[in-house]
């Protein structure tokens, strides 16, 4: 390329020196950023360094499985940007972990700490693995040397790790003692998502699915929709989607039906979520439940109802089913579970989407409270959580509508620019150092 040619230093160019696909994960987040950047104006230098991760490590994890052979299985940790304080981000154990998913999940978690305004920059780690096939021990040694051979980026002010896909409470206590271990002295702040007797903190179980519950409630009171009644759809029905729909429950909305990797069930009338937790706790998934009538994964989102809670996977409602989706409200508590493509068709539609990076930061928020606690060495009763919670919920919500609606953009464009504009400013304040 020529000097004439080159293309003007001024001008946000984004990179495409390399072919990502539609449903990559790092497209799919950059695809959004890009708009977003543009539309609030956003300094080219800035643009360029928001575009890039800070930090990506890889890590080779040798384990010796219980039958004594050796395998290496790699690891990943990236800290997307560090500008408002420590890295956090959750680890994921799973055989689709791959270095540009988490990069866009590290994208993400930045963007949603900052839409919370909580102090805190973005991670995500994940090692490629089916924790299915390994034996606890096994899971704890993996975990264990994962842990060392990124211990140098972790740390309570450096970087915060949580569970996610495939990793709970028990792999965080594994993650907080080898750290522990290491600096010959106990350090609960360096993972949140622990379990409470050990500095986990009240109300962290559910503080996803409440935000969820918070912010559709909001939402319905924007739209001038009753509480009272209103049709919810939930896929998924694990952590986030199960107590997303027993807390919109309490508030008086229906819960016409509920799915996971089984299948779903749909009854019209409204299902009672309690008995359906008593038969997943019997038998282990919702197949089989006698009070409603089965339905797919696939027909569960095209259904007749108010809001619909996607709360399992990435990619759901893409271009091909968006134009099928009944629902007034989209509440996204699952991360990425709309493609950009989808999103135009929704916004044709007039679906008043809740994007992810809003919708479910409840989880996120807790932590932080987590974070906080173990800080001070002093905790909180659940009531303290659930309320400190619902305001942070209530005040981002209106923070994210009020953007959209001054930039007539929609509810995700919105998120992603308050979040990026306020990355962008203390980046400004701190300037560059070099
Ligand atoms: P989970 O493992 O507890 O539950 C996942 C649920 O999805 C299960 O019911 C599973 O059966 C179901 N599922 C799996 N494949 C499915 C399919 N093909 N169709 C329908 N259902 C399917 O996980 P979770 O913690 O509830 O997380 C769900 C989503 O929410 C993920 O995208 C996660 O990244 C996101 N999220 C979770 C939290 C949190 O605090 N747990 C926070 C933010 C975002």
């Known amino acids: 390329m020529t000097a004439t040619s080159r293309p003007s230093q001024n001008v946000i160019m984004p990179d495409k020196d390399r072919f990502l696909g539609e449903e990559n994960p790092f497209e799919a987040m950059m695809s959004r950023f890009d708009f977003a950047a543009k539309t609030l104006n956003l300094e080219p230098g800035l643009y360029k360094i928001l575009r890039h991760p800070e930090k990506q490590i890889i890590v080779s994890v040798p384990v010796q499985r219980d039958n004594g052979e050796v395998d290496v299985y790699t690891g990943y940790r990236v800290l997307y940007n560090t500008s408002r304080g420590p890295a956090k981000g959750g680890i994921r154990f799973d055989l689709q972990v791959t270095l540009d998913e988490v990069k866009a999940l590290a994208a993400w978690m930045t963007w949603k700490c900052a839409v919370v305004n909580l102090p805190f920059g973005g991670a995500k780690g994940g090692v490629v693995c089916d924790p299915s096939t390994m034996s606890n021990a096994e899971l704890e040694k993996l975990t264990r040397r994962y842990t060392s051979a990124i211990i140098e980026t972790l740390g309570p002010d450096s970087d915060v790790p949580a569970p996610d896909v495939n990793t709970n409470e ?197 932590s932080y409270f987590e974070w906080v606690q173990d800080r001070g060495g002093y905790f909180w009763d659940e009531e303290t959580v659930n309320n400190r919670l619902e305001r942070i919920m209530v005040r981002s919500f209106g923070e994210v509508t009020s953007m959209a609606d001054r930039y007539k953009v929609d509810n995700r464009i919105g998120a992603y620019m308050l979040a990026i504009d306020r990355v962008a400013a203390v980046h400004r304040l701190r300037g560059m150092y070099a």
């Not at 997943?280 to 919702?286: A, G, I, S």
């Not at 439940?289 to 759901?316: F, H, R, T």
């Not at 044709?348 to 930061?361: H, Q, S, T, W």
């Open 170 to 366: 028990r792999v965080m206590a594994w993650v907080m003692d080898t750290y522990s271990m290491h600096k010959r002295h106990t350090v609960t702040a360096v993972v949140t998502g622990k379990p409470v007797e050990m500095g986990g903190s009240l109300g962290r179980r559910e503080a996803t699915g409440r935000g969820c519950m918070i912010v559709t409630r909001e939402a319905l009171k924007k739209l001038g929709m009753k509480l009272q009644g209103t049709k919810v759809v939930v896929q998924g029905f694990g952590n986030v989607g199960s107590i997303a729909a027993e807390l919109m429950e309490r508030e008086g909305m229906t819960i016409i039906a509920v799915s996971d990797k089984s299948g779903g069930i749909y009854n019209p009338k409204g299902l009672v979520v309690a008995d359906v937790l008593a038969h997943v706790r019997q038998n282990k998934f919702l197949k089989g439940y006698p009070k409603a009538q089965a339905i797919s994964n696939e027909e569960i989102l095209e259904l007749p109802c108010d809001v619909l809670v996607p709360a399992a996977l990435e990619n759901v409602i893409t271009a091909k089913n968006a134009g099928n989706i009944k629902a007034k409200i989209i509440c996204e508590g699952a991360n990425g579970p709309t493609t950009a493509g989808a999103d135009k068709i929704l916004n044709e539609k007039g679906i008043f989407v809740i994007p992810d990076i809003l919708a479910n930061a409840g989880g996120v928020t807790v």
